[in-house]
């Protein structure tokens, strides 16, 4: 993927427009403009939730093979309490990441609107998931939880958006049962050190969040070894290759995906 900034400035910025559909781009800026000035908030959720299923339909081709690579383990994590499986996705969304989990598990979606609640009991009881229960809540406060009280906790494309990482990350350990993992998936900040990616990155920070709430410039990977302790985490950082000429989505190769064990 080219990252020079004579790539950025003449291929990137033009075919972005060029790509997105006027009404639609209008809805996501009209959206995330109310988000940003706290108007009407339920409009930028609405906002989000579709647009992030238009945006699955680029990445998936190449997210994909490696979910399947990551969930592959999912229904091997240590039973809860009451002898169960139990998988808290965090984010859930729509319920993209529910085709590769396997049959038998018990989940707990989550996320700050219910907008894909109906969605994902559908999806669940066609695949064999147990629908536990929908939690509306944010990653940093999981009160409704108590501790060791799930098997695993799934997030892809979900902790740009975090408040407080911090918070989020403890309450994510904390809720784990020993011998628990952490399953994880996130765009991440630009780290083969090419400058036209990183400057393409600076651009459309404001871009990302005024739209989604998007800090698309974290280091994951570091707040996640500050809490399960480095040797616990083992995540591969790669590039992924996404069939588009759109910048937003362009920006979000840079990736790092993989599992911490809580011990």
Not at 56 to 67: C, D, E, I
Not at 135 to 164: H, I, K, N, P, R
Not at 167 to 193: C, D, N, Q, S, W
Request: glycine share 8%.
């Amino acid at each position: 993927m080219a990252c020079t900034v004579s790539s950025v400035l003449q291929k990137c910025v033009p075919n972005f427009f060029k790509e997105s559909d006027r009404q639609r781009l209008t809805l996501y800026l009209v959206g995330g403009a109310s988000f940003c000035f706290l108007v009407w908030p339920k409009i930028q959720q609405r906002m989000e939730y579709a647009m992030m299923k238009d945006f699955h339909k680029v990445l998936t081709p190449a997210q994909g093979p490696k979910k399947i690579e990551l969930f592959a383990d999912l229904g091997d994590n240590p039973k809860t309490a009451e002898g169960k499986v139990v998988v808290l996705e965090l984010g859930v969304g729509f319920g993209p990441n529910l085709k590769y989990y396997p049959p038998g598990v018990h989940l707990i979606a989550s996320d700050i609107h219910s907008l894909g609640e109906e969605e994902i009991k559908g999806v669940s009881e066609s695949k064999g998931i147990h629908f536990e229960r929908y939690l509306l809540a944010g990653a940093e406060d999981l009160s409704a939880l108590s501790d060791e009280s799930v098997s695993a906790v799934v997030t892809t494309l979900v902790t740009c958006s975090f408040a407080d990482p911090s918070k989020a990350f403890k309450e994510i350990h904390r809720v784990l049962v020993p011998g628990g993992r952490y399953y994880f998936m996130e765009h991440t900040a630009e780290f083969e050190g090419k400058w036209g990616m990183k400057i393409l990155q600076c651009l459309l920070f404001p871009v990302n969040m005024v739209i989604g709430y998007c800090h698309s410039r974290r280091d994951q990977y570091s707040d996640i070894c500050k809490y399960f302790g480095k040797a616990n985490v083992h995540a591969k950082k790669v590039i992924m290759e996404f069939p588009t000429s759109n910048c937003l989505i362009l920006a979000a190769g840079p990736h790092v995906y993989g599992k911490a064990t809580k011990v």
